[in-house]
């Protein structure tokens, strides 16, 4: 809390701020569905939930599906492919705050993978920021054993996979079109 | 003059000292039931209210993954408040005034068991004298306390009663957390945490959810045979600063259980917010509860504490009284902030 600045402060002058730097941590236990998608992302498997009513596909999968109100269990588990289209992307330029650690400007891509699914916020590997466009046919990147860790995975955020997926990079084929990926994410 | 809303449908999670699941998979079977019991169909609602906080989720935006449990599409229309789900009721019962609309639904849910409450509540003061204290609830309400017993306003034995008396009741309720069948003599035994507080003197750390469904007079004539109506509801705010106010009083609560009518009539029951047991008789005292009146039936926060559900778990409670016990006037208390600052109070009545 206290730096060198605050020892040329004029004591006298009014006080015009002041820093008050906190810490709030959380623990919170995986939830069932969360689980299951984690240790199938151990074992290098992407698996998601299928809506036995509308037939969308929830990846990580939630134990429901909010468009039709209606819950979704271990039946409804299938595996999704580990290749898809880019349909989205944001470029995040950082600004500097206490505790940022990106100093460069950075994609986060939204996937629609081959066969049914969609992931969002997945970082995407090899592929300069001004370069990213929708259509990039891409595929999964895995940590190395050694570094997957299913402690990155958490309920927050649906759609990621940190810990284990360390991105998604180029397969070199030409882009998908646009009717490939249309009206399909929501 | 307002026009009469009344619960037609209410449900509750249990509340557990560390849910397993996320606040929107645990708040989905709630809102399912409560809609089921109002009998009205899900496109029906008008409105949706949401009472949660994003610090104790420890997330920005959480109470917008809270939505999934509700069914957003089509697009509804509903609001969300940064308060215990008893002030989106609130809100809720005000949209329905309107008129154009007849039927609203309104969720309060929260997990404490994430984070650290000592070092999360101290974020509700304000951020240049208090927050740096660290002054956390239990510090807080142990000066209130202290205060109470200073001026001769309650005794340890009756903080303890109070107690004993909640996690009884609590032993009939499915959603408590705390229960026992000690006596005030085996707990005035124990050491304490903060003094003049003992373990039996705080809330529970609960992760939970509460439901609740409103329809205006005619809609709640066909959909139910019981509605439990809202005769009068208020809130009012203290002074900010604990050190402003005589803490030995409640004149939020005083003014707002006038203004919700509460004198009007005999009550039966009441479920106050008195999320420390000394709580329960200064609230009792300034809403003019008299000897007949039976407290907290459910157990109160003593035996359950949901944080931003459990002020709406008290109208579900109440209502409940009403429309499953026979019983005919009901009170309904939530609170917000340190040592009782903010308090809504409302009167439920069966027909």
């Known amino acids: 809390m206290t730096d060198a600045k605050q020892d040329e402060v004029d004591p006298n002058a009014p006080v015009a701020g002041m820093d008050f730097f906190m810490q709030l941590e959380y623990h919170e236990l995986l939830c069932p569905v969360v689980r299951e998608f984690a240790d199938a992302l151990m074992d290098k498997r992407l698996i998601g939930h299928r809506c036995p009513q509308c037939g969308l596909v929830y990846s990580p999968p939630r134990g429901y599906c909010p468009i039709c109100v209606v819950p979704t269990t271990k039946a409804d588990e299938i595996e999704l492919a580990t290749r898809g289209i880019v349909t989205n992307y944001t470029v995040v330029t950082p600004v500097q705050y206490y505790g940022q650690e990106e100093t460069e400007p950075f994609a986060k891509v939204s996937l629609q993978l081959d066969g049914g699914g969609n992931l969002s916020l997945q970082d995407l590997l090899e592929v300069p920021v001004e370069q990213v466009h929708p259509g990039m046919r891409v595929e999964v990147v895995w940590a190395p054993d050694s570094e997957r860790k299913v402690d990155d995975i958490t309920n927050r955020s649906w759609g990621t996979a940190e810990g284990a997926i360390q991105g998604w990079k180029p397969t070199g084929e030409p882009d998908a079109s646009p009717d490939d990926y249309s009206d399909k994410v929501f | ?351």
């Open chain 2, 1 to 351: 003059m307002a026009n009469d809303i009344a619960i037609v449908g209410y449900a509750q999670s249990p509340s557990l000292r560390q849910a397993e699941l996320t606040e929107p998979q645990f708040l989905f079977p709630v809102i399912s039931e409560a809609i089921e019991r109002a009998g009205v169909e899900r496109r029906e609602i008008g409105f949706t209210c949401a009472g949660s906080c994003d610090y104790l989720s420890g997330q920005t935006f959480a109470f917008v993954m809270n939505l999934e449990a509700v069914g957003a599409w089509p697009p509804i229309s509903e609001s969300h408040v940064e308060m215990d789900g008893a002030w989106a009721l609130y809100e809720a019962w005000v949209r329905l005034q309107h008129g154009d609309i007849d039927t609203a639904l309104v969720f309060g849910s929260g997990k404490s068991s994430p984070g650290l409450p000592a070092e999360i509540y101290p974020l509700q003061m304000d951020p240049y004298t208090l927050t740096p204290l660290g002054a956390d609830p239990v510090s807080l309400a142990a000066l209130q306390a202290r205060a109470m017993l200073d001026a001769g306003k309650i005794t340890e034995r009756e903080m303890a009663e109070t107690a004993t008396r909640s996690r009884k009741n609590a032993i009939g309720n499915p959603y408590a957390q705390v229960t026992g069948d000690d006596d005030p003599e085996t707990l005035l035994k124990e050491p304490y945490v903060t003094a003049p507080l003992r373990r039996h003197d705080l809330p529970p750390i609960s992760d939970g959810a509460c439901a609740v469904v409103l329809a205006t007079a005619d809609k709640a004539k066909a959909l139910s045979k019981r509605p439990v109506w809202i005769r009068g509801i208020d809130h009012r705010i203290d002074i900010h600063q604990p050190g402003m106010r005589d803490l030995t009083e409640s004149p939020s609560t005083r003014i707002a259980g006038k203004n919700a009518g509460v004198g009007k009539g005999k009550v039966d029951v009441a479920e106050l917010s008195a999320t420390f047991s000394y709580q329960e008789k200064l609230l009792s005292q300034e809403l003019g509860l008299g000897d007949g009146v039976e407290i907290n039936p459910s157990g109160g926060p003593l035996a359950a504490n949901p944080v931003m559900a459990v002020g709406l778990a008290r109208f579900a409670e109440a209502a409940r009284q009403i429309a499953e016990r026979g019983k005919k006037r009901a009170v309904a208390h939530a609170t917000s902030g340190q040592c009782l600052q903010q308090n809504l109070v409302a009167v439920l009545e069966g027909d």
